[in-house]
């Protein structure tokens, strides 16, 4: 199979997704600008045949479940009877305690992640009712067990039911940051920064509104990192959200970042060899900069209630203590049972409990001064915890 027998055609990979659904109706969210563009980004960027198989497929996989979600929005009305009251959402640099502290915030029996199976099938099994499990569970659980040992696994450990980002579900509306590493590509990077962000989550609010038909939740903790660059369209979708900002220093994220961006494109683009790593390592950095930067503007203009800031070495030395801080800001209670169970969970997931992973800063074309530079904002700035 040569690279030219791979095509990313909208046409063909629509007309695939109709076939294998029966469906034609992708709903009223416009979806066909960002496919297209999303298809000419690994056009123009991806030349191994077996990596521009696996991200076709995977377009195909969008594309069908999106319509198999907006039938499910058409047939089964319950979920417009779904209130999704005052979420909180986890935010700030990648690779700052954002996935562990939702793991730990999601081990409170009164609070509903989004989880892992749950963002890989959205749309309910035919004819299934609240509570039934979903036949394709088992699947997914075993194919997660069985890559345990992969890199990746050691830097994002996945299990069926891990709290997951919010991304993953905007992958169906064919826009945002998609698998990470498309966003540091053109033209997806550029496509993306002149979006409005507000149908976007406008989407995952109907998504979240059909999930907690399926398994109703109390209070909804949501997670992603690009959340910093969109709280101004959250807010207009979700008027009374909250938000938790973890912090870390640059110097330890950035590289953190790169890596595992790198082992994402190791799992889906075959052969790269062809791309400057330099390029991307800087773009990487300048992305989640300009994140940062865009986020803390924004802050700005709001409430600071809305807010609770933690670092990750905060994190780490008093997890519970960061817990029960952020149910006294945003006016939750903390009961002991629940108490206890997070504290179980700390004792079950001590840091690095799924091994390290090693990386080096110049792989990437980047210095500490470079980082020091671009996150000076950032660093300078005593209201943020920065320490590491």
């Known amino acids: ?48 045949p077996e990596g521009r198989r696996r991200l076709r497929e995977r377009v195909v996989f969008q594309l069908a ?6 039938n499910a929005f058409k047939t089964i009305p319950q979920w417009q009877d779904q209130d999704i009251v005052a979420p909180v959402f986890v935010t700030g640099l990648p690779r700052s305690g954002t ?9 409170a029996p009164e609070n509903r992640g989004l989880l892992q199976w749950e963002v890989q099938f959205p749309d309910p099994w035919p004819g299934s009712q609240p509570g039934d499990k979903d036949p394709r569970y088992d699947f997914l659980a075993k194919a997660l067990e069985e890559s345990r040992n992969s890199e990746f696994a050691k830097i994002h450990y996945v299990d069926a039911d891990t709290p997951e980002e919010c991304v993953l579900l905007h992958a169906y509306a064919f826009t945002g940051v998609q698998l990470g590493f498309e966003i540091m590509l053109e033209p997806w990077r550029s496509w993306v920064l002149a979006q409005d962000m507000q149908p976007l989550y406008a989407y995952q609010k109907k998504q979240m509104q059909m999930l907690n038909w399926r398994m109703p939740g ?5 997670k992603a990192p690009a959340h910093m660059h969109s709280i101004d369209a959250i807010l207009k979708v979700f008027p009374d959200a909250r938000f938790v900002w973890c912090h870390r220093n640059p110097q330890a994220v950035v590289p953190s970042i790169n890596s595992m961006n790198k082992v994402v494109m190791d799992m889906y683009l075959g052969d790269y060899s062809h791309l ?5 390592g800087r773009a990487v950095m300048e992305w989640y900069a300009m994140s940062l930067e865009k986020g803390l503007a924004l802050r700005e203009q709001l409430p600071q209630e809305l807010f609770v800031d933690c670092s990750q070495q905060e994190f780490v030395d ?3 203590g960061v817990v029960q801080r952020v149910y006294d800001t945003f006016g939750m209670t903390l009961s002991e049972s629940s108490r206890d169970v997070l504290s179980s969970h700390v004792r079950a997931n001590p840091k690095g409990k799924h091994g390290k992973h090693e990386y080096h800063l110049e792989e990437y074309g980047l210095t500490r001064e470079l980082i020091e530079q671009r996150f000076a904002f950032y660093t300078s700035d005593p209201r943020w915890p920065v320490s590491d």
């Open 276 to 280: 400057d790593m330099g390029e991307i």
């Open 65 to 70: 479940t999106r319509l198999k979600c907006e």
């Open 1 to 48: 199979m040569s690279a030219d027998e791979v095509s990313f055609i909208a046409d063909e990979l629509v007309a695939e997704a109709v076939k294998q659904t029966g469906f034609d109706d992708f709903g009223d969210m416009p979806y066909r600008e960002g496919l297209e563009t999303l298809l000419e980004t690994y056009d123009r960027n991806v030349v191994d």
């Open 218 to 222: 109390q209070q909804w903790m949501l």
């Open 99 to 107: 996935s562990a502290l939702l793991n730990l915030l999601v081990a």
């Open 318 to 320: 008093e997890p519970l």
